[in-house]
Nanobody, 120 residues
Framework: QVHLVESGGGLVQYGGSLRLSCTAS????????VGWFRQTPGGNRAFVAC????????DYADSVVGRFTISRDNSMNTVYLQMDSLKPDDSAVYFC?????????????WGQGTQVTVSS
């Protein structure tokens, strides 16, 4: 079992930046691929990015390539999502998730989410 807590969301202007954090507790953090997802009201939860347990591999949704960067600090049990050049379309609740497999969907463990709002 792993418990995930997101932080760092908030209100930012168009073109601004935010850094989200996902801190884990419980089972050994390095067992897991960690992903970020986002969901708008009435919408599905969509894949944003994920990172392998070593941090050597990362994968991004096309919509965020070149603007978002995922990283992890295993000594801190934390994964980060640096979001630059933010657009109103990036507004959503952002969730982190963990799974023992390298994947874009079907994650086993989820955090509670953090709201990101980008004003135009």
């Amino acid at each position: 079992q792993v418990h995930l807590v997101e932080s760092g969301g908030g209100l930012v202007q168009y073109g601004g930046s935010l850094r989200l954090s996902c801190t884990a507790s419980g089972r050994t953090f390095t067992d897991f691929t960690v992903g970020w997802f986002r969901q708008t009201p009435g919408g599905n939860r969509a894949f944003v990015a994920c990172i392998s347990w070593t941090g050597a591999m990362a994968d991004y949704a096309d919509s965020v390539v070149g603007r978002f960067t995922i990283s992890r600090d295993n000594s801190m049990n934390t994964v980060y999502l640096q979001m630059d050049s933010l657009k109103p379309d990036d507004s959503a609740v952002y969730f982190c998730a963990a799974d023992t497999s390298w994947r874009r969907s079907g994650y086993e463990y989820w955090g509670q989410g953090t709201q990101v709002t980008v004003s135009s």
